[in-house]
């Protein structure tokens, strides 16, 4: 039973989901609006199926040990990582990010071996390799006829790297800190860590008051709810399940996934036309996939 693999392809598909809906909350909002209203409903929304699942709605029960990881997690993997990777947006786009971001899944299991001491095996480097092979060259074909420019700048290709590396390391650390503790609780504690990361950042450039306007946007406050569902609840519970059952570069690799699942929801939503190269990178990703399932 290949518990842990499963769970990470469940993240996949569910942060497919909310990478759809925050995009159309993202155009009504803004990014920073997002953040901190994604990471406000995800801390109550953890709360309540704490609550009803284990009686408990903050952590009160996570040992010091277990609240320090994972609180170190939550401000390297939701704020740092997020920060660094919408601002690479702005510089180099969200397509090239996105193509940097495919280094996640091998600075994962590097981050890992060195953290954590967890060696892989000669077959599960060969699926990580295919799999991000796979990504990149559906990545690279999103759009037909179009040609990718791949003399970016430094400075955006060093911020798409560092929130590529927040990712993976913030995933390290969850494994570290989490142990056999409960994952929606743990999940808790990466978001209330970010949510007060991002207060303080709000605070600082003083833009409560575009925080406070955007809850007037119904239309976008539906939107950033949905996606906190499948993103910051679901997603990532999931992901920290995930890594209790499974190597953390393994388990990254297949969230990573997401330029893969993303493919057929978002021809249907946005227009887009899938493209040769699309369906030739899912069809390597997949293979890469069976090779981490094998034992």
């Not at 609550?51 to 740092?80: H, K, M």
């Not at 590396?165 to 800190?177: F, N, R, T, W, Y």
Request: glycine fraction near 10%.
């Amino acid at each position: 039973m290949h518990i842990g693999e499963l769970s990470a392809l469940g993240v996949a598909i569910c942060w497919t989901l909310s990478a759809l809906f925050f995009e159309k909350a993202g155009n009504k909002i803004g990014s920073l609006s997002v953040n901190v209203i994604r990471l406000m409903a995800a801390v109550i929304l953890l709360g309540l199926i704490a609550w009803i699942t284990r009686g408990y709605f903050f952590p009160t029960d996570a040992t010091p040990y277990q609240w320090f990881w994972l609180s170190l997690s939550g401000f390297i993997g939701f704020f740092l990582g997020d920060l660094f990777l919408f601002h690479s947006y702005s510089i180099i786009g969200s397509r090239m990010a996105q193509l940097v971001m495919t280094l996640a899944p091998p600075i994962t299991a590097i981050t890992g071996l060195l953290m954590l001491n967890e060696h892989l095996t000669a077959k599960q480097v060969l699926g990580i390799s295919i799999t991000v092979g796979g990504i990149c060259i559906a990545m690279l074909g999103r759009t037909k006829g179009e040609k990718l420019n791949f003399n970016v700048p430094l400075k955006g290709f060093l911020f798409a790297l560092g929130g590529a590396a927040g990712q993976a390391i913030g995933l390290v650390l969850s494994k570290k800190g989490i142990g056999d503790y409960n994952a929606i609780s743990a999940t808790q504690i990466r978001a209330i860590t970010g949510l007060i990361s991002f207060m303080l950042l709000v605070t600082f450039l003083n833009r409560w008051s575009y925080i406070l306007k955007a809850f007037s946007n119904k239309s976008g406050i539906k939107f950033v709810l949905v996606g906190s569902v499948f993103g910051p609840v679901i997603g990532v519970s999931l992901s920290l399940f995930a890594v209790q059952h499974t190597k953390a570069g393994v388990a990254a690799t297949l969230m990573a996934l997401v330029p893969i699942t993303i493919i057929l929801p978002s021809a249907l939503m946005f227009k887009e036309k899938i493209t040769f190269y699309q369906v030739l990178g899912a069809f390597i990703s997949v293979g890469g996939c069976v090779l981490l399932f094998l034992k």
